[in-house]
T-cell receptor
Framework: GAVVSQHPSWVICKSGTSVKIECRSL??????MFWYRQFPKQSLMLMAT?????????EQGVEKDKFLINHASLTLSTLTVTSAHPEDSSFYIC?????????????FGEGSRLTVL | QKEVEQDPGPLSVPEGAIVSLNCTYS??????FMWYRQYSRKGPELLMY????GNKEDGRFTAQVDKSSKYISLFIRDSQPSDSATYLC????????????FGKGTSLLVTP
């Protein structure tokens, strides 16, 4: 099946710094990518929908100035956590819609675990 | 009330057992139902994708959807230790990655 690569898989940073997470579709073009946050023993919570070449659409309660999303190409979307704080520590997962664009073709990255000290 | 309810477990079964995982939901407009498997510290992997009611079988996995009861199930036959993971149900109104509603996931442990 299609592969979505996410990097880094884990990162530790100091409070106040910014962290960038990359999400790449390796063998298909992804017009739409999604970013989720998952806390321990909790379900995936959609943070934002990223469309290539346009601004991301953020879910209610997600600060767009804190979680910067860029989808500059059909194979790459990035999430930057700006001025990270300990409460931002979480597991961040991206997913990409395949070219058919339906839920059966939604592929997830491996996730990125962020720890803010 | 959350739209999707899933017992977090943990569920422990011996190798070879039949596993039954379930989710209930409240939104009758859901039409697309998925089951994902998530290993520890990894992203979810799609196992089953079904539309509307009925059964779907793929190898050792069978997905059932009962829209009248707002209840979906995933059965795993001849369970293996490698099946130990968290299983997430997800569902949506439209066939798009947007607005997928996930359950919290059920942690499954298959013991040798």
């Amino acid at each position: 099946g299609a592969v979505v690569s996410q990097h880094p898989s884990w990162v530790i940073c100091k409070s106040g710094t910014s962290v960038k997470i990359e999400c790449r579709s390796l063998d298909f073009q992804a017009t739409t990518m999604f970013w989720y946050r998952q806390f321990p023993k909790q379900s995936l919570m959609l943070m934002a929908t990223s469309n290539e070449g346009s601004k991301a659409t953020y879910e209610q309660g997600v600060e767009k100035d804190k979680f910067l999303i860029n989808h500059a190409s059909l194979t790459l979307s990035t999430l930057t956590v700006t001025s990270a704080h300990p409460e931002d520590s979480s597991f961040y997962i991206c997913s990409a819609e395949g070219e058919q664009g339906y839920t059966g073709e939604l592929f997830f990255g491996e996730g990125s675990r962020l720890t803010v000290l | 009330q959350k739209e999707v309810e899933q017992d977090p477990g943990p569920l422990s079964v011996p190798e070879g057992a039949i596993v039954s995982l379930n989710c209930t939901y409240s939104n009758s407009a859901f039409q697309y139902f998925m089951w994902y498997r998530q290993y520890s510290r990894k992203g979810p992997e799609l196992l089953m994708y079904t539309y509307s009611s009925g059964n779907k079988e793929d190898g050792r996995f069978t997905a059932q959807v009962d829209k009248s009861s707002k209840y979906i199930s995933l059965f795993i036959r001849d369970s293996q230790p490698s099946d130990s993971a968290t299983y997430l149900c997800a569902m949506s109104v439209s066939d798009s990655g947007y607005a997928l509603n996930f359950g919290k996931g059920t942690s499954l442990l298959v013991t040798p």
